[in-house]
């Protein structure tokens, strides 16, 4: 019975902060799908199309570790709560906007509340779930990540079609809605590392105040890591398919599939590389081993003219590496964070994602510019072995794990 009632709980927490971190990554991709029909109702170029994503990115970023500190402070449960409404109100109401510059508020107020997401989510995880489940807790949380990545587009245009856009962005709104509800009827199943209220006994912070958790050796490097890690899937999504195009010379269509073999395998590697974290304290050599293994197959195609079966093979292969190593990656995460302060040291190196995903295409669009396609490969094995060189780094200043909340 008492296993049970454990197994039940599991799946209640699971539910609430997946379902939650689904409609966040749902709606980094909710307005993409519609910019055509943004494009002839606003009158603006896609250029201004693309800066409402930008805006969304930089709001999440800037606003990413004051909502650490005050998860931290005040308790994530709250700070989930009010992010989730925030998020649903900005990309509801851009339903009703009449100009471009409406648009782009709701869409930084909409980046404003998805900025609590991983603050908030990981804070929970660590004190919620029992520390022998809490990689594969860390898997399902990012795989959860991925279904809404995945749903959004389809949805968006079924929607839309259906509707019209306006009225699809009002229903994707009220999502958040029915998360937050979920929240309200079983958020006493969360818990957090939040000091107990008025000072009273309980969970008690080996944490300093403010930012200073988050400049320690372990932490910088876990944030250079988490900036790797970024580079290198932004890089494979944003530019792979042309620079497969160009060097390689895959036909447009078969380079898609190669992406698309990366993207599914990468989610199946989230998946299988969370009992793994559980069985092994080894996360930084699993990680470096997944980083290895990605930089010499990256090497070989940036080397080697590849069949189109060969090239899915091996995009295939490093999708599953790669996904493999997230679970042990915040498990590293965890290692290096005092407790009391999950919530600002998970905000930071997430912030680190944010950095990542800006810079890569700016620097893989010129390369391709300049007519080194192949180099876009050996950039990519470069930055893995980057990678590799801070696992060691961030294996400093690890802690015990937390005992799970009673």
């Not at 396609?373 to 060189?389: E, K, N, Q, S």
Request: net charge positive.
């Amino acid at each position: 019975m008492a296993v049970s009632a454990e197994r039940k709980r599991y799946a209640a927490i699971m539910g609430m902060i997946g379902s939650g971190h689904a409609v966040s990554h749902f709606y980094l991709l909710a307005l993409p799908p519609l910019f055509p029909l943004l494009k002839a109702e606003f009158g603006v170029g896609y250029a201004a199309l693309g800066l409402l994503v930008t805006a969304f990115n930089v709001a999440t970023g800037l606003v990413q570790v004051p909502a650490g500190i005050l998860v931290d402070r005040i308790g994530a449960r709250p700070v989930l709560l009010a992010g989730l409404l925030l998020s649903g109100l900005g990309i509801g109401l851009i339903g009703l906007a009449g100009q471009y510059w409406m648009v782009l508020g709701l869409v930084a107020l909409a980046g404003i509340g998805n900025s609590v997401f991983h603050p908030a989510d990981y804070a929970i995880l660590n004190a919620s779930v029992d520390p022998k489940r809490i990689g594969r807790a860390f898997a399902l949380h990012t795989f959860t990540g991925n279904v809404g990545f995945t749903l959004a587009p389809a949805t968006m245009i079924l929607l839309s079609s259906l509707w019209g856009w306006r009225w699809a962005l009002g229903l994707a709104g009220l999502a958040a809605l029915a998360v937050v509800a979920g929240l309200l009827a079983y958020g006493h199943l969360l818990k957090d590392d939040a000091p107990a209220p008025g000072g009273a006994a309980g969970r008690q912070s080996e944490a300093p105040a403010g930012l200073r958790p988050l400049l320690t050796p372990g932490v910088l490097t876990m944030f250079a890591f988490f900036v790797c890690m970024a580079m290198v899937t932004a890089g494979v999504q944003s530019f792979s398919v042309t620079a497969l195009v160009a060097f390689q010379g895959t036909g447009l269509g078969p380079a898609n599939t190669v992406l698309t073999a990366f993207l599914m395998a990468s989610a199946a590697g989230v998946l299988l590389g969370g009992p793994i974290a559980d069985r092994t304290a080894r996360h930084g050599l699993l990680a470096a081993a997944a980083m290895a293994g990605s930089a010499v197959l990256f090497f070989l195609v940036g080397n080697a003219q590849l069949p189109v079966l060969a090239l899915i093979a091996v995009f295939a292969a490093v999708g599953l590496l790669q996904g493999s190593v997230r679970p042990s990656r915040d498990m590293m995460v965890r290692a290096v964070t005092p407790k009391g302060a999950t919530g600002r040291v998970f905000a930071f190196v997430s912030a680190g994602l944010n950095l990542g995903a800006a810079v890569t295409p700016v620097l893989f669009g010129l390369l391709i510019d300049l007519g080194h396609a192949d180099w876009v490969f050996f950039l990519l094995a470069a930055i893995l072995l980057l990678a590799i060189a801070t696992v060691g780094v961030a294996r400093t200043g690890h802690r015990p794990a937390p005992a799970p909340a009673e």
